[in-house]
């Protein structure tokens, strides 16, 4: 499982709870002023946010070049560019999402008139991960400043690079006495989970997100948990394969190399297909990647050593010695594994007792296809699942069946870039949703407010309470 990182103090360790503590108090200083409520500074810190990312595109790459040998065209596709799109969103919607809703009343209150007022909720913390570490810390950001809250991030130690680019920028572009980044690893997480805060928005693993939320639960403070799972795809036969098993790749390698949420964990199809999907495989991986994709600049290395030992022993056990079909290659001076397919891997092995988040990707076959939702669902709910069929009736079923953060029919991973769709997971994929105004209502409290005038004031609700007051 997931570990903690390899470094868990950080050069300059002196950010303590008391350190932690006095940001908080500063920061609820500002929140109390009213400055961070009003549409225009909200709507400034968004269009700064937009500027700091189109000013710095080269040094972004350049930082996940570093921290994960990222490939520059998915991190201006997957990162950057999914980040302006936010920010181009919220800037857009904010108005109207800033608006009170006016809805219905019931008799009770007649007359009266009602409106749901979004209201920021405080002073909020942002945990990020390594994996798309731009992206996953700013993303949460631009909600938290939409929704018009101080907030605090924490960026992912096991992105180094990345997350002193971040302190830098955010430092230089964003309004100080509100956004503020605080780097570190374990300890600095820790002191800054003593406080109290009015949400804490956590993207990670499940481990740590038990850690997150106990701290959580001693102020009753809200929390938003991104986190991961085991997501299958589902492989009919009936399918264009060609455009399918380029799917599959663009979701698993092409979304650095494997270590991505919603990457495809693993496949299921009928032992009748298994190997024309495998021959598709190939094909597909080699035209992608070459003959030799250890030297592939389009393939992310692995994070750490932590991580490629962790995968390594996945490929170790025994239960999958002699399944590898496709790959298996490893460079561990460069953390490099090249992809790697696996065929009929046993439910009981390693590398299907835990999210993979790699290169590897094994292939579980089935007598029929229906019998892959029971495989699926007797596992903890997965942050995505996956589809490819073109039979009606399956894809019902699997919508019907299938419970998962989200679900993809004919392709993979996409769904993310819908902004009008919720992000998040399930079940031990997560708790709570974010991107487009998902984001916006993750960090608002929707406050009920009824207007009423001195009129129709009937006498029915005071006593004595009559029995003809009770009849009607
Ligand atoms: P990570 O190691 O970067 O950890 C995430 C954060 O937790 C970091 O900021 C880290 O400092 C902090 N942390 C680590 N140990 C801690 C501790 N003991 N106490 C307090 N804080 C601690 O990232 P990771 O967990 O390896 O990320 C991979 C996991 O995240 C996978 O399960 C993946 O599926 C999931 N993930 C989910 C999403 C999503 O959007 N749902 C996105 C990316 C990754």
Redesign the pocket.
Known sequence: S?Q??DNTKSEASAFDAPAASRLVTELRGTFASGKTRSYEWRLSQVKALAKLVADHEQEIVDALQKDLAKPPLETVAYEIAMLKNSCKVALKELKHWITPEKVKTSLASFPSSAEIVSEPLGVVLV??????PFL?SLDPVIGAIAAGNPVVL?????APATSSLLAKLLGDYMDKSCIRVVEG??DE??AL?QQKWDKIFY???GR?AR??MAAAAKHLTPVVL???GKSPVVVDSNINLKVATRRIIAGKWGCNNGQA?ISPDYVITTKEYAAKLVDALKTELEKFYGKNPLESKDLSRIVNSNHFNRLKKLLDDDKVSGKIVYGGEKDESKLKISPTVLLDVPRDSLIMSE?I?GPLLPILMVDKLEESFEVINSGPKP?AAYIFTNNKKLKELFVMNISAGGLVVNDTTLHLAVHTLPFG?VGES?VGAYHGKFSFDAFSHKKAVLYRSFIGDASVRYPPYTTTKQRL
Do not use: M, Q
């Open positions: 997931f903690d990182s945990i990020s991960a390594w994996n798309y996953l924490k960026p992912s130690e096991i690893a374990v997480t820790s989970l993207t990670g693993n740590v850690i997150v991104e986190l991961g949420c999210e988040f942050l997971g997560g």
